[in-house]
């Protein structure tokens, strides 16, 4: 079993900059794959962001070139930082893991199997 708490979301402006962390339980964190999802009212959570246990990352395409993900296995923790918000930003942000390499599935909702209960970032305009 995995626990996942994430930190650091808040208001800021557009055009500003946040970083969320996630912490794990756990001893096999550096054997899990790590997203970011994201989900604003009335819409699906869609991916933001995943790293594999190597460090390789993956971005969706509203993301690319503002947001950064990373890892420290020895810390259990990743980190999502977050650079030119903007208000279609907004959302409650979810950190998950995967039991292991996803490859090409890095972008799929069902293939996590833990969930934290979510941090709000709001981007005002």
């Known amino acids: 079993q995995v626990q996942l708490v994430e930190s650091g979301g808040g208001l800021v402006q557009t055009g500003g900059s946040l970083r969320l962390s996630c912490a794990a339980s756990g001893r096999l964190f550096i054997s899990y794959t790590m997203g970011w999802f994201r989900q604003a009212p009335g819409k699906e959570r869609d991916v933001v962001a995943a790293?594999?246990?190597?460090?390789?990352?993956y971005y969706g395409d509203s993301v690319k070139g503002r947001f950064t993900v990373s890892r420290d296995n020895a810390k259990n923790t990743v980190w999502l930082q977050m650079n030119s918000l903007k208000p279609e930003d907004t959302a409650i942000y979810y950190c998950?893991?995967?039991?292991?390499?996803?490859?090409?599935?890095?972008?799929?909702?069902?293939?996590?199997?833990?969930w934290g209960q979510g941090t709000q970032v709001t981007v005002s305009s």
């Open positions: 998950a893991a995967a039991s292991g390499p996803l490859g090409g599935g890095w972008y799929r909702k069902r293939l996590y199997d833990y």
């Open positions: 790293i594999s246990w190597n460090g390789d990352s």
